[in-house]
């Protein structure tokens, strides 16, 4: 076998080098590659909460204190030593958010509540480190990172075995470099009339069935609480499955220096944030994060809501095992005027949700606003409801304000839709004995009744305008009844109704003792159904009666397809059934009956809303000045009293 020369081996290396070399031209040491738009965003922001890895910044920390390789085998022992780093004076702000994110990864990786609350407490180092440390910049987007694993370190630290809940209580807690105080004050769990009896955490909601989620960023952890009245309620109620708005701030003093300490300090606050939207940290006003729509829709999911629509339609005569209620999403609030809602047939309070959760977002809604809703059975008398409403509310201002010193409660708003509406115009128009002699063939006087009967009859059939009420909406509103009525399933439908036990009893008495006493053929039936037909003398009496003087009311119209508006209907009600002469506007909106969702039947809310505080603004002392009126959907605004019409289609939903 011929052996090869040195220098033959020699030229044979030479060449493989030159071949290797020349075969990785195009892959240096060092590229680039270009990428798509969303590509190279989601890697420029990848972080430990979008990608349960951490961050480029902060692999470049590791790297940077030779800590890579013991992070990848001793995760524990990394964040020790880098802790160790970062309270030496060796580190700054850039290894206070790597502990962040490695504390908040490795406390999801092995479920240890005490690398949650070290996540927090690191985040919250960064986010407002003492004057000697230098602050994070503002355009930093670590800066978002760590509000977000502040406020998830919190709820992580302190949540229930299942995750449904936090419990905040003082005492000491485990750290992975030592322990903590933790200081909640009993009044912190008390807000007005109201004790907090749970929290749970929203920010890891997904939500369906509100258009719209509105979220304010900030510090802090937005929970929805469920509260109990700590005095009986007066006048009014906060819902009982209604849930409030509150965000969790734990505070540290020092909170660098406190790092290199073994025992740590910390407050825990709950702020409301219906009532604040900031708070002061450092001497700075910090905003409170809130996710008010979470909240709202946590208190909507709940199917006692939705069940009662039908069964209050046909409950009547169970009127009460579920009593008719005034109720509130939050405490009476005193110089904020009331908005009343009231929802149609075979409804509930619920379906207003997408109004009230767009209302709420607006500062100029809630600032000078205070939510109310009136929850009856649709299946009743309509003029019976009305009278339930009335009662309701005269009771509220009486309780609510004995000594009559606040006077937003006499610049309420009334909006009412399909039957509520119905209800809402009782609120304002003076009958006198029309409505009676539409029905009855002598005066109320002389008809055969115990007292309690006739003050009942009174009460439905002799109509006085509501001192309070200064302005009422109506939303798809059958004035003058609705067509469906008349159909043979509805006839059907209405037999089935049960009416309640005063109204059965009042009937009883006088087909017992008034033998002299008729009534109009033409308004005999029962039910809300039977109220609401064309021909009903009584709801014709109710169409033609004026608004009270004083009185400002608005008509919202809804009507389906492109059509002509007159003639035209929304699947429910005829446009000539809903217009009303003498409002202060109308508005067409191209909707479906239940046009509550449609943001354009919405922005037209919020409009006559800034109007009214605008006018009431002359009369009760505001807070703020009158905001500039404007719609700011893109409806076509023509005279006072002409048809006003919307832009484009309404969104189907439920009548």
Same mark, same amino acid.
Not at 3 to 16: D, F, H, M, T, Y
Not at 534 to 558: D, F, L, R, Y
């Given at each position: ?44 922001? !990848? ?69 949650? &609350? ?61 322990? @903590?105080?933790? @200081?909640?004050? =009993? ?67 020092? =909170? ?21 939207? /900031? ?69 509930? !309070? ?23 809703? $009136? ?80 003050? &009942? ?16 909406? $109506? ?9 469906? /009525?008349?159909?043979? @399933? ?15 009893? /009042? ?108 006018? !009431? ?39």
């Amino acid at each position: 076998m011929t052996k090869c020369s040195p220098a033959r081996k020699i030229s044979s290396a030479l060449c493989c080098v030159i071949w290797l070399l020349l075969a990785a031209g195009c892959e240096t040491p060092v590229g680039v590659e270009r990428l798509d738009s969303a590509t190279a965003q989601r890697r420029l922001t !990848a972080d430990v909460l979008t990608t349960d890895e951490l961050s480029s910044q902060a692999r470049n920390v590791l790297r940077r204190w030779v800590l890579s390789e013991r992070y990848d085998d001793d995760p524990a022992g990394a964040i020790a030593a880098l802790h160790a780093i970062a309270t030496e004076d060796r580190g700054d702000e850039d290894e206070v958010i790597t502990l962040a994110e490695m504390a908040y990864l490795y406390g999801e990786k092995t479920q240890q509540r005490r690398y949650f &609350l070290a996540a927090a407490i690191y985040s919250y180092a960064f986010l407002f480190p003492e004057q000697r440390f230098r602050p994070p910049s503002p355009y930093d987007p670590r800066l978002r990172l760590a509000a977000d694993l502040y406020s998830f370190g919190i709820t992580h630290a302190f949540a229930s075995n299942d995750g449904t809940t936090v419990d905040f209580r003082s005492g000491g807690y485990e750290l992975p470099f030592g322990t @903590v105080q933790v @200081v909640v004050k =009993p009044s912190a769990f008390e807000w007005r009339n109201r004790r907090i009896v749970a929290l749970s955490p929203v920010q890891d909601l997904a939500i369906r069935g509100l258009a719209n989620r509105y979220r304010r960023p900030g510090v802090g952890a937005p929970l929805a609480a469920a509260t109990q009245p700590i005095l009986a309620e007066r006048g009014i109620q906060v819902a009982p499955r209604m849930k409030l708005p509150m965000t969790a701030v734990l505070r540290l003093d020092a =909170p660098r220096r406190q790092l290199a300490r073994r025992e740590l300090r910390v407050t825990l606050d709950l702020y409301n944030t219906y009532d604040v939207a /900031t708070t002061t940290i450092a001497g700075e006003t910090v905003p409170l994060e809130a996710d008010e729509t979470a909240v709202l829709a946590y208190t909507l999911a709940s199917p006692e809501i939705w069940e009662r629509e039908l069964k209050a339609f046909f409950s009547g005569v169970f009127s009460e095992s579920t009593p008719t209620q005034l109720a509130s999403i939050e405490a009476y609030r005193p110089g904020r005027i009331p908005v009343v809602f009231v929802h149609g047939t075979a409804s509930s !309070a619920g379906r207003w949700g997408d109004m009230v959760n767009d209302l709420l977002d607006d500062p100029r809604m809630r600032d000078r606003y205070q939510f109310w809703f $009136f929850t009856y059975d649709t299946g009743n008398p309509v003029l019976y409801s009305a009278a339930l409403l009335r009662d309701a509310l005269r009771d509220a201002v009486h309780k609510l304000d004995p000594a009559g010193k606040d006077p937003a409660l006499s610049e309420m708003v009334v909006i009412g839709h399909s039957q509520g509406g119905l209800l809402a115009k009782a609120m304002v128009v003076d009958t006198g004995d029309r409505v009676w002699n539409a029905i009855a063939n002598k005066p109320i006087d002389q008809v055969a009744l115990s007292p309690e009967r006739r003050e &009942l009859l009174r009460e439905a059939v002799f109509i006085e305008p509501l001192p309070n009420v200064r302005r009422v909406v $109506f939303i798809a509103t059958p004035h003058r009844g609705s067509y469906l /009525t008349e159909y043979s @399933v509805t006839e059907l439908l209405g037999r089935f109704l049960t009416l309640p036990a005063r109204i059965i009893e /009042t009937g009883a008495e006088l087909a017992r003792n008034a033998t002299d006493f008729k009534v109009n053929p033409r308004s005999l039936g029962s039910g809300s159904l039977f109220g609401m037909t064309p021909k009903n003398p009584v709801i014709q009496t109710m169409a033609a009666t004026p608004i009270a003087p004083g009185v400002h009311a608005h008509s919202i119209i809804a009507v389906a397809g492109n059509g002509l508006v007159e003639g035209s209907n929304d699947g429910v009600v005829e446009y000539s059934s809903s217009h009303l002469d003498g409002v202060d506007s109308e508005y067409i909106v191209r909707s479906t009956h239940s046009t509550q969702s449609n943001p354009y039947t919405i922005e037209e809310v919020r409009r006559i809303l800034q109007l009214h505080a605008a006018d !009431a603004c002359r009369r009760v002392p505001c807070n703020q000045p009158p905001t500039t009126v404007s719609h700011r959907g893109r409806g076509v605004d023509t005279s006072p009293l002409a048809p006003r019409e919307s832009a484009a289609f309404g969104r189907q939903g439920h009548g």
